[in-house]
C-alpha cells in the first residue's frame, strides 16, 4: 500500500504561482510513476503531468511550458511548480501514484484545491 498526501494549494490571482508537494510512504519500490490530476467542476479528471522512476516527465498541452513536475527520492515527494497560472487552472488537484504492475494509477491522495482569480 501507498500513502499520498498533497499539500500547497490555496487561492492566487492570474500569473502568479504555486508549488504543490505530495508525501508518499508506504511501499514506494513498487511504484513506476507519480503523476498530477486535476478535475474542473463538471469536468472529467485529467492528468496534468507524471514523472517516471527515471525522472522521465510528460504534460499535458494546456500546461506545458507552465508546470514543471519534479521529485526529490530522498524525501519521497514529488512536486508540482506552476507558473503563469490561469484562471482555467482553478481545479481539485490531485496526487497519484501507479504500481509497476499496473496500467493504471492505483493509488490517490485527498486532493488540494487550487483557485485562479483575481
Known amino acids: 500500500q501507498v500513502q499520498l498526501v498533497e499539500s500547497g494549494g490555496g487561492l492566487v490571482q492570474p500569473g502568479g504561482s504555486l508549488r504543490l508537494s505530495c508525501a508518499a510512504s508506504g511501499s514506494i519500490f513498487s511504484l513506476a510513476a507519480m503523476g498530477w490530476f486535476r478535475q474542473a467542476p463538471g469536468k472529467q479528471r485529467e492528468l496534468v503531468a507524471s514523472i517516471t522512476t527515471s525522472s522521465t516527465t510528460s504534460y499535458a498541452d494546456a500546461v506545458k511550458a507552465r508546470f514543471t513536475i519534479s521529485r526529490d527520492n530522498a524525501k519521497n515527494a514529488v512536486y508540482l511548480q506552476m507558473n503563469s497560472l490561469k484562471p482555467e487552472d482553478t481545479a481539485v488537484y490531485f496526487c497519484?501514484?501507479?504500481?509497476?504492475?499496473?496500467?493504471?494509477?492505483?493509488?490517490w491522495g485527498q486532493g488540494t484545491q487550487v483557485t485562479v482569480s483575481s
Open positions: 497519484a501514484a501507479r504500481s509497476r504492475w499496473s496500467i493504471v494509477y492505483d493509488y
